[in-house]
């Protein structure tokens, strides 16, 4: 807990593109460093793919619609020693879900499972869940926190075969029986280096599917003394796992 | 770290009444407790000014437009042993502020601040901090998570005023310099019952705001690895005030 912390300063914008040996950003990406960062020819940029590495690179040709780099040397960059999973029953309103998968890829994540519960609203699933707005949102989120690094998606598991694909994580579920108790995650989690937490859908976990977690091993822990939202409850979770290792 | 913890479990819905005396629901109570709830005479609530305490209540008179109870006795309720106070300057879109006065409430928050910075955005501070949406915000967000206890708000504090006014808090500063190291908020707060933490606006503090802070001594603090925006980084400290205290 006394460990000293820095933050990784990025001096120069970071752009996402999902090929960056072409040598060409992204359109998308040319309006924000054309109109907003008015960037030009011989300036630096940083390019990631979000698969963990992240390149300098020098702008070539810049016009409103197009620009051009040359690809740089790789940045030196020393990957996170743990694992940070969520799994989740999306909310019903897509804002909420959303930013909460905003805010888990600001604080870093690696996997965010979409699962389906018992009180999960099946109507609304495809809607909330739209893997487009979803990839688009996690990729400016994962740029605007300076990483490099998007999560994987996995998008309308059911239960029982989500529980059944955890081997390889420590597995918590964020439920608290009514007449029970449970230890808090911070102190749960500390020692995992792979830890996996799953958040309940409004109107929370059926006491079967708490069981069925619980027999495939997930332990019982606690986010806290207040009541939280769906959304609020995975950010909490995403966030304890990252304090669970300092 | 080791101890052990408990959701408090409201089997009755919560309801806000500035003055629980009268035995008058607000008409904006109403429409939830006839329409959404379907709740009828002799049904018992729970009613709350949103001063720490709470009352049970039986329901007399309900019509779509009106409902009136009779009080019936305090609920016991402990209130939370610390303080957490939360400054910052508010982001430029009122969805964000509003999303943060939300979030932060959920976790539980005794005070927010909302300062004017040098980076502040000014055009924009007095209607994306318009407190009658945030009064709003915060009753609906302390009702749904089981609370009793609305923050106190103190809006547009000039800095250098802001600083002159936190004697009784320990006071933390998000700033890490970009050539030094500062200590995770999560180890620096603990053992401190009345904290207060300040996040920076988009644009963060200037130098000169950060010297002014530690002159009056607040400390430096990180909230970890990854670059936050403003509201994500209060809701983050927010949420380490909390844990500091297992």
């Known amino acids: 807990m006394g460990i000293l912390f820095k933050f990784?300063?990025?001096n120069d914008p970071l752009f996402y593109c999902p090929h960056p040996e072409t040598g060409i950003l992204p359109p998308e990406e040319v309006h924000h460093l054309v109109r907003v960062l008015r960037m030009r020819s011989g300036?630096?940029?940083?390019?990631?793919?979000?698969?963990?590495?992240?390149?300098?690179?020098i702008l070539q040709e810049v016009t409103p619609k197009k620009a051009?780099?040359?690809l740089g040397s790789q940045m030196p960059h020393s990957p996170r020693p743990y694992q940070v999973k969520i799994a989740v029953a999306p909310t019903r309103k897509?804002?909420?879900?959303?930013w909460m998968v905003e805010k888990m890829?600001?604080?870093?994540?690696d996997e965010i499972w979409f699962v389906k519960t018992t009180h999960t609203h099946l109507e609304t699933f495809n809607r909330v869940v739209n893997?487009?707005?979803i990839d688009k949102i996690a990729t400016a989120a994962m740029k605007q926190s300076g990483q490099f690094k998007l999560p994987r998606f996995h998008i309308g598991v059911e239960w029982s075969d989500f529980l059944a694909q955890q081997g390889e994580s420590r597995g918590f579920i964020a439920?608290?029986?009514?007449?029970?108790t449970a230890s808090h995650l911070l102190s749960a989690a500390q020692g995992?280096?792979?830890?996996?937490?799953?958040?309940?859908?409004?109107?929370?976990?059926t006491p079967e599917e708490v069981e069925m977690a619980t027999q495939a091993g997930f332990e019982l822990v606690s986010l806290g003394a207040t009541r939280l939202r769906t959304e609020t409850a995975a950010v909490a979770a995403c966030h304890i796992l990252h304090l669970a290792q300092l």
Chains 1, 2 share one sequence.
């Open 8 to 10: 990784v300063t990025m």
């Open 68 to 70: 051009t780099y040359r």
């Open 131 to 133: 893997p487009d707005r």
């Open 94 to 98: 897509p804002d909420r879900n959303e």
């Open 43 to 57: 300036d630096t940029i940083l390019v990631t793919s979000g698969d963990g590495t992240c390149y300098q690179a």
């Open 175 to 180: 439920y608290v029986p009514e007449k029970g």
């Open 192 to 205: 995992s280096t792979n830890s996996l937490v799953l958040i309940g859908p409004e109107g929370d976990f």
């Open 105 to 109: 890829v600001e604080l870093g994540i």
